[in-house]
Nanobody, 128 residues
Framework: QVEVVESGGGLVQAGGSLRLTCTAS????????MGWFRQAPGKEHEGLAC????????YYADSVKGRFTISRDNAKNTLYLQMNSLKPEDTAMYYC?????????????????????WGQGTQVTVSS
């Protein structure tokens, strides 16, 4: 099992930016499909973005498309989520997740149960 650890959350004003980082342990990071999810209090997990093993394909939720960018650096075993134009409704706990997939498709944005490895999350709070 791969251990993933998120960092980079914090308090930011509306309109600001944050970059979340997810670092994975182990030698097989480039064999993982990766995704970012979030969960606000009282709400279900929401898939935000996912990325293929070689970064050649990404999917985004409509709620973050054009504002958030997912990327990865396989040499550093690291996944990123650049978040711009943040809104108060972006306030949530943010999680990264990985899966040893043979294929990659839009389902990885919708179905958190497809992921095997999850971090503990990093809190993002956007003030108005």
């Amino acid at each position: 099992q791969v251990e993933v650890v998120e960092s980079g959350g914090g308090l930011v004003q509306a309109g600001g930016s944050l970059r979340l980082t997810c670092t994975a342990s182990g030698p097989s990071f480039d064999d993982l499909v990766m995704g970012w999810f979030r969960q606000a209090p009282g709400k279900e997990h929401e898939g935000l973005a996912c990325i293929s093993k070689s970064s050649d394909n990404t999917y985004y939720a409509d709620s973050v498309k054009g504002r958030f960018t997912i990327s990865r650096d396989n040499a550093k075993n690291t996944l990123y989520l650049q978040m711009n134009s943040l809104k108060p409704e972006d306030t949530a706990m943010y999680y990264c997740a990985g899966d040893r997939a043979r294929s990659f498709d839009f389902a990885y944005l919708l179905h958190r149960e497809m992921y095997e490895d999850w971090g503990q999350g990093t809190q993002v709070t956007v003030s108005s």
